[in-house]
């Protein structure tokens, strides 16, 4: 495995490891991170997702998303999965990675 394919699994796993909507959990390059809130978003999760060492603003940035299957985010996007992703609880990432 590529050690930036592992980096992101790591994230992955933070998660949970699977779509935090329909469980999907199959494939690991179909899960996507995605802001809860548009226009809080600050940086492109794709543009470090594959870092070794993320910084603090990114850990920050990421606690703002959740993970999704591409389906599901596709759903989110066209709005028809709101309630499920307000019901997600968010997560705190900087304590679990540090």
Not at 58 to 79: D, F, P, T, Y
Request: hydrophobic fraction near 30%; proline fraction near 2%; charged fraction near 30%.
């Amino acid at each position: 495995m590529k050690k930036r394919t592992l980096n992101r699994q790591q994230l992955i796993n933070s998660f949970g490891g699977k779509c935090q909507v329909c469980g999907f959990d199959e494939c690991s390059a179909a899960l996507e991170f995605h802001h809860r809130d548009p226009k809080k978003k600050e940086i492109e999760i794709s543009k470090f997702a594959n870092n070794n060492n993320l910084t603090y603003k990114q850990i920050r940035e990421l606690e703002k998303c959740v993970l999704l299957c591409s389906n599901c985010h596709k759903k989110c996007h066209a709005g028809m999965i709101e309630e499920e992703i307000e019901e997600i609880p968010e997560i705190e990432l900087f304590e679990f990675m540090y």
